[in-house]
């Protein structure tokens, strides 16, 4: 039976190693212990902050997979709020049964009891299955993002 909660403190080391899990992640993550403080930081930062939900999947107490939603108060669409879901991760071993839609029914339920109206995410370029997984959930590509480090 797979849970759906928020994340606690002591879940951060496993959320950590599924953002490293992937191609990506694996360039830009550091899941070595003791955890980096950056990622004690972020959580900290998080939890804090009522309009943000660092959620993990859970199947009998194994973290096996993640995802962050932001709620954004927006002047734009008459004032309406906005859900916006990112980092979202299914561990390996887990993939292809189902968890991912289960993961973004759970978000949506999420948004709609905040009083949003509107869900959107962003996706890097090169993950054309997540594309594929997201346009079978209802978004559409309808704008283009841009991101810039600073």
Known sequence: M????????????AIVMLLAEDDLGAGRE???LPIQEAYETAFAAIAADPN???????DNGTIIG?????IIPNISRMGALRGQ??????????QGKGLGGQAFEWAFEYCR?????LIQLTSDKSRSDAHH??????????HTGFKKII
């Open 2 to 13: 797979v849970e759906f909660r928020r994340a606690r403190h002591d879940d951060l080391p």
């Open 30 to 32: 550091d899941p070595s």
């Open 66 to 70: 993640t995802l962050q939603i932001t």
């Open 85 to 94: 879901i990112e980092g979202v991760r299914i561990a390996a071993s887990h």
């Open 113 to 117: 009891s905040r009083g949003c109206v």
């Open 133 to 142: 997984f997201y346009e079978k959930l209802g978004f559409v590509a309808s």
């Open 52 to 58: 943000q939900f660092l959620a993990v999947a859970t």
